[in-house]
Structure formats: structure tokens, C-alpha cells
């Protein structure tokens, strides 16, 4: 079941390098809350590295960086964070990485009592109640999908409506997500690159340079222009 997002302060995005704008509205949303308590989990590379390279950027914006491994006493550094930012990768492996280490109830702990919570890509989809509207391939053969439910929609990152490197006839991003409410019924939103949903005191709001796409059961998608509320 979904958290009630009245009380929740979330920040999702679909991920790759942060511009002006996105590093701006970070900014604005985070900067209060140092140090922010990274989670590399969904890197199925260089863990370390990609800590470094997120933590050079939240040192540009004055705030301090703490590294969360999942498999490296997690919940000391847990205690000491002041917001909690999932990095973005491969969204099974997140999850599954997760579940081993039991981080996922503290986590929706510390965001349900106020802790602001930051998703790239797979961490993105991670806030839903399930991940089944991610673009992964589930490479560790994951059969739990249930995720942190901080919000009641699902969310598809690197959203495109179109795309002209897919093969003729291919299913469109639309197609996965028509077929994904043939047998789930809540709400999916399709973030494109550039875009950023804000949650904050129960409002859901566009933000970035790009748009984001309401896919509702039994309606027809709707696109949110940036600086305008997500109809939920």
C-alpha cells in the first residue's frame, strides 16, 4: 500500500547528467538537508566510483555526501543522513540488493517521518509501490517486486514517446504501459529526460525542461507541462 504523500518530501528524476535546472531545483529541494546519504546499490559496476562522481556533484551544490553500500554496514551511515538519495542503474538489481540487506523498511521509515528522498532512474522507480514499469532487464532473476510504495503511481524514467532507433513495429513505450494496466490499476508516470517530479505537502509538480505523461486505467495519457501539478 502506498504511502499518503502529505507528509512526504520526494524528488524523482529520470537520471544521467544533472543540468542548470535540475542541479538548481536539487538544490532548492536538498540543500537543507546535509549530509545526504547516497545509495550505489543498482551499480553493477564500480560502486565506488559512481559514489565519487555523485559526490563531487552535491559538493558543488555545499552539500555533503555520505556512501550507503548495502553490503557495508549500511544503517550506521543510514543514522547519520539528513535526506537519502538512490542512485539510478539496474532497478532489479537495486531492489534485490536491498531486500538482502533489509533497507527497505528503514528507508520508507526515515522518508515517512519527514526525511526527504531523492530517486534517479532506478531510484525513481523505486519509490512506487512495485518496479514493473522500469526498462531493465531483470539480469538477477528477481521475483519480488515490490518496492518502497512512498507514492501511489508507478514511475517509467527516460520516457519516449517515440523512438526512431526502435525496429518497425516494435512496442512503444505507450504499448508496455497499456499492458501493464491490463492487470494493475494504479497510475503511471512516464518522466522524459530534463524532467523532475517534486512532491512536496501533497502536491505533485513538473519541474525541469521537459514534460512528464499521466497514464491512467481506461483514459487516455495526458502530458504535464513543466510548472504545472500531476492530476492525481
Known amino acids: 500500500m502506498a504511502q499518503a504523500i502529505n507528509s512526504l518530501k520526494v524528488f524523482l528524476h529520470s537520471g544521467g547528467p544533472l543540468g542548470e535546472i535540475a542541479r538548481k531545483e536539487l538544490a532548492k529541494f536538498a540543500q537543507d538537508h546535509s549530509p545526504v546519504g547516497f545509495v550505489s546499490a543498482a551499480n553493477l559496476g564500480d560502486e565506488k566510483a559512481y559514489f565519487r562522481r555523485i559526490q563531487g556533484v552535491l559538493n558543488e551544490l555545499r552539500m555533503e555526501a555520505l556512501h550507503i553500500q548495502w553490503n557495508r554496514n549500511p544503517f550506521k551511515d543510514l543514522s547519520k543522513a ?9 532497478t ?42 522500469t526498462n531493465d532487464w531483470n539480469v538477477v532473476g528477481l521475483s519480488q ?60 509538480m513538473v519541474r525541469g525542461s521537459s514534460r512528464a505523461k499521466l497514464f491512467c486505467p481506461g483514459k487516455n495519457p495526458v502530458w504535464i507541462l513543466p510548472g504545472e501539478k500531476v492530476p492525481l
Open 145 to 204: 517486486f515490490k518496492a518502497l510504495g512512498l507514492v501511489s503511481f508507478n514511475i517509467n524514467p527516460h520516457y519516449k514517446e517515440t523512438d526512431p532507433a526502435m525496429a518497425p513495429f516494435s512496442e512503444t513505450r505507450d504499448d508496455r504501459i497499456r499492458e501493464y494496466h491490463v492487470v494493475n490499476q494504479n497510475p503511471v508516470v512516464g518522466i522524459e529526460e530534463g524532467a523532475m517530479l517534486i512532491i512536496e505537502n501533497g502536491i505533485v
Open 82 to 90: 539528513r535526506s537519502i538519495y538512490v542512485g539510478g542503474g539496474n
Open 92 to 133: 532489479y538489481a537495486l531492489l534485490m540488493r536491498l531486500q538482502k540487506a533489509r533497507l527497505l523498511a528503514p528507508i520508507r521509515r526515515l522518508v515517512q517521518r519527514g526525511i526527504p528522498y531523492i530517486g534517479s532512474s532506478a531510484g525513481s522507480n523505486l519509490a512506487g509501490p512495485t518496479i514493473l514499469t
